[in-house]
């Protein structure tokens, strides 16, 4: 496999796994995050230690006065006086990943090379077998692009399914950068013959719902399987009001005078303990009702007020609430109809409001993980409410809406208790988000592999170098200088952090930014031709503007129409 050498190793780097080399490149082939790799004896055996270009440094530069008059090269000042050309050697400082072990994975050898040593560029062959743990076609097998160092398609890049939906996924981007592009990629993938996922998103701006295509895509069909996309709207979802416990009553419920949580309280355990999970919203009125002779009960906190005063506001409150279209006493979202092998269901909460999006997301993640135990362990039966004999993976678009940072929302900690959880049962995550400053940096710190595309703002990139402890510090400083579809790649679904550009998906885009002035131009050019058509039918001094933004056919003195 030994090639040409592209360079000669000088010494050490600055770090104990780092090393320096020095190299004419030309054709700048060594780029930033490139891997080249040197041979050495481990235990006897000669092996090929692989590393990843982390810097890049001329070693001879012009000086500055060949460089004082822009009209002149100084390419030709310096062939004019004799001086050498240096602009094509470097010191190259790369950083050892180690030989690979299909056990192990790569390890390091921990010496760098001697002085002398030759480095090659790896081979595609080479990075093809030990980047990914999981070739294109291979069962479980996520295509979601190519080597960004090489050129497309020459090293496709494959994450390891197993490893994200067993300990959770982050997609971490800022605005416009492709994160919902890319998630994109990796649902198309979930649901094509090699997978056949148990798949929900979680869609807040109803972005998702071209992902419909792949029923009737020939790359998604197999002998004996098409993929489902089931689209659940706004008004077709539908939490049972037994579902809520007792924290999420309060959370749709804010301000409550210390008498009303007391009330709450009482009112909640009674109907609990006396309907179990078949409670209706006329039960919990009840029960608030029968709550007001309790002796226990804090006193009314203001003098004069009227205890059932206090109680039909409470009333009043939870019926202001719960009588939202989305609460229904005895219809639920069944389980086994969001989640089933082959399918990917899109639930669009885009014309619901944020506290009531996050009660629908923490009702349904909160079922879906009693399912999973109680299936796991034996305590439920096929036919039964909370039967889920296979593993769901569930996508959170906008997470930091769902889990934010300094801030305990309703959803954050059943996330929490999910990603700490989840794997023993059978429940992962995977979060999207375009502030990682704003996402609970617990729940980020539990995504084990991550997807980190372009970030600007110096708050999300501290927040992922404290988060996300796989990526290494060279790679994070790429961030800024990413541009729209690269991708950082780190953790458990990859042998090593790469840089990837995202592969062009197979169903068309669903979040497309808007061409507002295209639109603003068709405004007026249907307007206008609306308005002549009316403006015909009128005598000539009847016409007249029709609204702000529309032309019309103006006369002068005489009442003859002037030209447009």
């Known amino acids: 496999m030994l090639q040409e050498p592209i360079g000669t190793t ?27 790799y040197y ?16 810097r890049r440094e001329p070693i001879r530069l012009y000086p500055d006065t060949f460089l004082a008059d822009p009209s002149v090269p100084p390419q030709e000042l310096g062939r004019l006086l004799g001086y050498d050309q240096p602009a094509d050697l470097f010191q190259i400082t790369a950083t050892i990943l180690g030989y690979y072990d299909q056990t192990l994975g790569f390890v390091n050898p921990r010496t760098p090379p001697p002085a002398g040593t030759p480095i090659y560029i790896a081979p595609d062959e080479m990075l093809r077998a030990v980047l990914c743990r999981r070739q294109v076609g291979e069962e479980g097998a996520i295509h979601v692009g190519s080597l960004l160092s090489r050129a497309r398609d020459r090293v496709p890049v494959v994450l390891d399914a197993r490893g994200f939906t067993s300990t959770h996924l982050a997609i971490i981007a800022s605005t416009g950068s492709g994160k919902s592009y890319l998630a994109g990629v990796i649902l198309e993938e979930l649901m094509k013959p090699t997978t056949r996922a148990a798949v929900l998103v979680v869609d807040p ?68 303990r006396e309907y179990g999970d078949k409670w209706t919203r006329a039960h919990l009125r009840m029960a608030i009702r029968q709550g007001i002779g309790d002796k226990d009960a804090p006193p009314p906190e203001e003098e004069g007020t009227d205890e059932d005063s206090t109680v039909g506001a409470l009333i009043w409150r939870v019926n202001s609430i719960l009588e939202s279209k989305i609460f229904d006493d ?40 009693q399912a999973r135990v109680e299936t796991v362990g034996g305590r439920t039966q096929p036919g039964d409410e909370y039967y889920l004999p296979y593993p769901a993976f569930v996508m959170i678009e906008e997470a930091h809406r769902f889990a934010p940072a300094n801030a305990e929302i309703i959803t954050t900690n059943i996330l929490k208790q999910i990603l700490s959880e989840g794997r023993k049962f059978g429940v992962a995550v995977g979060l999207i988000s375009q502030r990682p400053g704003k996402l609970d940096s617990d729940v980020l710190s539990q995504c084990m592999t991550q997807c980190i595309m372009r970030i600007v703002n110096p708050v999300d990139q501290a927040r992922i170098a404290e988060s996300v402890e796989s990526v290494g510090r060279d790679l994070l400083m790429e961030l800024p200088g990413l541009t729209k579809g690269q991708v950082i790649i780190a953790g458990t679904s990859v042998n090593t952090p790469l840089l990837a550009q995202v592969r062009q998906r197979l169903t068309r885009h669903g979040a497309e930014d808007p061409d507002a002035p295209r639109q603003w131009q068709a405004f007026f050019r249907e307007e206008n031709v609306a308005q002549r058509a009316r403006d015909e039918a009128l005598p000539v001094g009847e016409r007249r503007p029709a609204g702000r933004g529309r032309l019309f056919k103006a006369t002068d003195a005489d009442g003859e129409p002037l030209p447009f």
Request: hydrophobic share 35%; aromatic share 8%; with cysteine.
């Open 10 to 36: 000088k010494g050490p780097g600055e770090t104990p796994h780092e090393y320096t080399f020095i190299t004419r490149d030309p054709d700048q082939r060594v780029k930033y995050g490139e891997f080249v």
């Open 39 to 54: 041979c050495a004896p481990v235990e006897g055996e000669r092996r090929e230690i692989l590393a990843r270009v982390s």
């Open 205 to 272: 701006h109803a972005e998702y719902h071209t992902l419909a295509e792949m029923e009737n895509l020939p790359a998604f069909a197999a002998e004996g399987y098409r993929p489902r996309v089931k689209v659940i709207r706004p008004d077709d979802i539908r939490v049972r009001v037994s579902s809520l416990d007792l924290g999420d009553l309060r959370y749709l419920l804010p301000n409550l005078s210390e008498r009303m949580h007391y009330l709450l309280g009482q009112a909640y355990r009674r109907v609990r």
């Open 330 to 369: 005895f219809v639920s979202l069944p389980l086994g109809d969001l989640f089933c092998p082959g399918q990917c269901t899109i639930l669009q909460l885009n014309e619901i409001a944020e506290r009531e999006q996050q009660i629908v997301v923490a009702t349904l993640l909160r079922r879906l993980n």
